[in-house]
């Protein structure tokens, strides 16, 4: 069973903006999103976002200042807001989250950065 959706990607020009959201679908209750990650075309994995505990957040260097990653009051849904997006932003974004020690991934939602 899908745990975690993301959704929100798209096309935009560089300077745009996008806000990314990772949904908890699944029946797992404990699951707890851990934040956003991505992958360009011939990359590794690379996290973007996360959160660290204690109302902490860490962010990859090429995004600070530029992303933030929130959850909404009822703790449903993590969200990943992009601003002044780069080229070097393209990538498919997947969210992660953790239930007794295993790792959860959505399927990713894709975000491409051109002009």
């Known amino acids: 069973q899908v745990q975690l959706v993301e959704s929100g990607g798209g096309l935009v020009q560089p300077g745009g903006s996008l806000r990314l959201s990772c949904e908890h679908r699944?029946?797992?209750?404990?699951?707890?999103?851990m934040g956003w990650y991505r992958q360009a075309p011939g990359n590794q994995r690379e996290m973007v976002a996360t959160?660290?505990?204690?109302?902490?957040?860490d962010y990859v260097d090429s995004v600070k200042g530029r992303f933030t990653i929130f959850r909404d009051n009822h703790l449903k849904t993590v969200y990943l807001q992009m601003n002044s997006l780069k080229p070097e932003d393209t990538a498919v974004y997947y969210c992660?989250?953790?239930?007794?020690?295993?790792?959860?991934w959505g399927e990713g939602t894709q975000v491409g950065v051109s002009s």
């Open positions: 992660c989250g953790k239930e007794n020690g295993e790792d959860y």
């Open positions: 699944g029946s797992i209750f404990d699951l707890y999103v």
């Open positions: 959160f660290t505990g204690g109302g902490r957040r």
